[in-house]
């Protein structure tokens, strides 16, 4: 097993472990790997939606069937991801997955199947790192405050371009799941490490604090996220694999590649 490093605050590319077939010790180092990066990449990774899901399940107890994404009919706990010809995706967001949740998610395992030639990269940046360089005053600010968080989607997109049954489900799920508040501040429960838990997506406001101010404070910080000294950008390849850490990231899918086919499956460890 060779670790590369990608950037010193987040992702590392792991060579020579077929995670698939490895044992519990390799499967340990990759663990703590991911543990300590954040998001490990791994390429020529080759198996089916049921090997899949057993290797998400290693890394803790999975989600049921997606509320909105469309799965694989033969393990529907594999949701497809997917941009055919005359489908191009919509608008992208900044985002940590499912924090519209009270309990979001551990984890995400995304596989490629097969991808454009060029673009359709996403973007990782560590949440844990911006919380470090914060200026002191401002870290005991967030500690003392929460946000809310709600299921946002398709805001300002015109209602005649949800065409997709998953996007209507979104819009379902939406009206069925009420705001949730989270700390800004969370406490990394596996490393210890402080995480500035927000993301542009899905959190909605500062709770306690009148909204000019709560939306500039939001602002800069999400500004900080899209600094490049805090990211790592992956190139996908057919057979890639991408797994990351949700407690302490937020991601960016970008959509540069027009309808070009582009078919990944994910799989989500709660």
């Not at 909105?68 to 949701?79: E, N, R």
């Not at 990782?124 to 967030?142: G, Y």
């Amino acid at each position: 097993m060779k670790i590369e490093l990608l950037t010193p605050h987040i992702g590392a590319l792991i060579h020579n472990v077929d995670l698939a077939t490895c044992d519990d010790h390799t499967f340990n180092m990759v663990y703590q790997t991911w543990l300590k990066h954040q998001v490990i990449f791994m390429r020529e990774q080759v198996f089916s939606p049921q090997q899949h899901l057993a290797i998400a399940a290693r890394f803790g107890a999975l989600e049921s069937v997606h509320p909105f994404f469309p799965h694989v009919a033969s393990a529907p706990q594999v949701s497809v991801i997917e941009t055919v010809k005359g489908k191009p995706p919509l608008e992208s967001f900044w985002h940590t997955d499912h924090t519209w949740r009270q309990q979001p998610s551990k984890a995400s395992v995304l596989h490629a199947q097969h991808v454009p030639t060029c673009g359709g990269d996403t973007i990782w940046c560590s949440m844990t790192a911006i919380f470090r360089d914060l200026p002191e005053q401002d870290k005991v600010l967030l500690r003392a405050l929460s946000a809310m968080h709600a299921l946002f989607a398709f805001d300002g997109i015109e209602s005649s371009e949800i065409t997709e049954d998953w996007q209507k489900d979104v819009i379902a799920v939406s009206a069925e799941n009420p705001p949730v508040s989270h700390p800004v501040i969370t406490r990394h429960p596996e490393t210890g490490e402080e995480i500035l838990f927000i993301n542009e997506q899905f959190t909605r406001y500062i709770i306690g604090m009148n909204r000019d101010d709560s939306n500039t404070l939001l602002a800069k910080l999400f500004a900080m996220a899209r600094q490049p000294e805090y990211q790592v950008r992956f190139k996908w390849q057919a057979h890639s694999l991408a797994i990351w850490d949700n407690r302490c990231t937020q991601h960016y899918a970008v959509i540069d590649y027009a309808d070009n086919p582009r078919k990944l499956h994910r799989v989500t460890v709660v």
